[in-house]
């Protein structure tokens, strides 16, 4: 057995110029409680590019081996390890109890191999390939739990989705459609849009062209004070900057704006007259826990969705598939196979 492997590996905050694939990397060294898994594939995620540049509050160890989506097969399995064997297919769970998020707190799935522990394995169904698998923790858990768990969406609702060509907004198209929901997808190109409707959007709009609130109030109407005319009923925003105030002006009376990141702002200008004054709802939404996961594959399996995947790319390919992600001209997911 080979003692070194193939491996992304992020030396320093700053620039993708940091991220370099070696040979020679470490093999993971199997601990108690733990089992090493064989990585047959790996995704990206917009929070791999805030590894990369540093984020203020959070000391990632470096060097470090990014990518928090993975699946694969166990490789090796500790003796204190029950439940699990080696060759079993298994999706991980990218928070590690106690650590953090793999790809960040500790190594992740660019690599040939990686350390996992046992509480954070969860059963592949044969029905689902690996790189559907690991299209799914971040993008798609996050979107199940803001969507399906929290119970925000109804049949009928319109729904307003912002960063639609990503990999958290292609999952919330995908989710709000089965849910029943008229989808509005704001993308930045013809391109993007075409594919959004070809995946479920009903409409679509260029945010580079038309301003989405203004679209929203022309199409529906301007949302009104004393009754439930106008507006759209929910607006899915994990951009934050200067989309916020926008997106409560577009939403009805009672209307919710579902927020889970800030890639474009955390700290965006407000205006607090349309909360009170529409009654609006304000909805947090959380990262993913098991049983978001659980519930995706099966719904994978089950042939009722389809992970949208952009591209499959070698380990070698993959610090230009974080750059595709980082400037948005992919259209859902960028998986790695190591």
Not at 158 to 167: D, Q
Request: net charge negative.
């Amino acid at each position: 057995m080979s003692q070194t492997m193939k491996a992304l590996v992020l030396n320093q905050h700053g620039s993708l110029d940091n991220l370099s694939v070696v040979t020679d990397k470490p093999r993971p060294t199997l601990q108690p409680g733990h089992v090493i898994v064989r990585v047959k594939a790996s995704s990206f995620n917009y929070h791999d590019v805030f590894t990369v540049n540093g984020m203020p509050g959070i000391k990632v160890p470096l060097p470090v081996v990014p990518g928090l989506d993975l699946a694969g097969v166990i490789d090796e399995i500790a003796d204190d390890v029950t439940g699990w064997k080696v060759g079993d297919r298994v999706l991980i769970n990218p928070l590690k109890p106690g650590v953090g998020l793999m790809g960040e707190m500790t190594d992740g799935g660019m690599a040939e191999y990686a350390l996992v522990d046992a509480a954070q394995l969860i059963a592949l169904p044969e029905a689902v390939t690996f790189a559907q698998a690991a299209a799914l923790p971040v993008a798609y858990g996050t979107a199940h739990r803001m969507l399906v768990t929290h119970n925000t969406i109804k049949q009928g609702d319109r729904v307003l989705i912002l960063g639609a060509s990503g990999g958290v907004g292609t999952a919330c198209v995908v989710l709000a459609k089965k849910l029943g929901a008229e989808v509005i997808a704001c993308v930045g190109s013809a391109e993007k849009g075409e594919a959004l409707t070809a995946l479920g959007a009903d409409h679509v709009v260029n945010y580079r062209e038309e301003d989405f609130s203004r679209w929203a109030i022309g199409r529906y109407g301007k949302p009104q004070r004393r009754n439930y005319e106008g507006g759209v009923d929910v607006v899915i925003n994990f951009t934050g900057g200067d989309t916020w105030r926008p997106s409560l002006k577009c939403l009805k009376r009672g209307g919710t704006l579902l927020v889970c990141g800030a890639t474009a702002g955390y700290d965006p200008a407000e205006d607090l007259r349309y909360v009170w004054s529409f009654e609006l709802n304000i909805k947090g939404s959380n990262s993913f826990y098991t049983e978001d996961l659980e519930a995706l594959l099966t719904l994978v399996a089950q042939g009722d969705i389809k992970p949208l995947i952009d591209r499959e790319l070698s380990l070698e390919q993959a610090a230009e598939g974080l750059r595709l992600i980082r400037d948005r001209e992919v259209l859902g997911k960028v998986i790695v196979t190591p």
